[in-house]
């Protein structure tokens, strides 16, 4: 489609030609639409095993890189990331990841995840097995609390 025809110059003759201005109305409508779709989209894209976790007051820590995570499930069952792995294999699964990483990297940071359902002696199972495996940045996981409400007077 031209677009709409102007008349230009002066003078006896009056000649038509066409505009050749862009029109971006129509990119800036996909992209707003595309815009509110992966909004809405991000937050059900991230997916791993349901625990529902203790709550804490304590502030988050920085990141420098992705840090491995370890899930004990309401059941016992142990995920490295959303894979399945005995008690036993763990830490064999944890070298090779670690031995994986390029040169210079620090040592993975690894985070266990536990159910609140179950015993802390399981937890502390887990966390043992890493330590024992000489993994040494092992750090566990709680919900951030919400704040309360300050009293009224």
């Known amino acids: 489609m031209a677009g709409p025809l102007m008349k230009r110059g002066g003078g006896g003759r009056s000649r038509y030609r066409p505009m ?3 029109n971006v109305t129509p990119f800036v409508d996909v992209m707003l639409v595309l815009l509110i779709i992966f909004m809405v989209a991000a937050p059900m894209m991230t997916t791993g095993v349901p625990v529902d976790l203790p709550r804490t007051a ?4 920085n990141q420098e890189q992705e840090p491995l995570t370890i899930s ?7 995920f490295l990331q959303e894979t399945e792995v005995p008690l036993d294999g763990l830490v064999a ?3 090779a990841i670690a031995q994986a990483r390029p040169e210079g990297t620090p040592e993975p940071r690894i985070f ?4 609140r359902a179950i015993s802390y002696g399981r937890v502390m199972e887990v966390m043992g ?25």
């Not at 304590?58 to 820590?61: D, G, I, K, S, V």
């Not at 004990?72 to 142990?78: D, F, L, M, R, T």
């Open 93 to 95: 699964r944890l070298q």
């Open 72 to 78: 004990v499930n309401s059941e016992g069952a142990i």
């Open 20 to 22: 050749s201005d862009i």
């Open 112 to 115: 266990v995840r536990g159910d």
């Open 129 to 153: 097995t890493i330590s024992a495996g000489g993994f040494s940045r092992v750090a566990l996981l709680a919900e951030q609390q919400q704040a309360a409400p300050a009293p009224r007077r």
């Open 58 to 61: 304590a502030q988050p820590l």
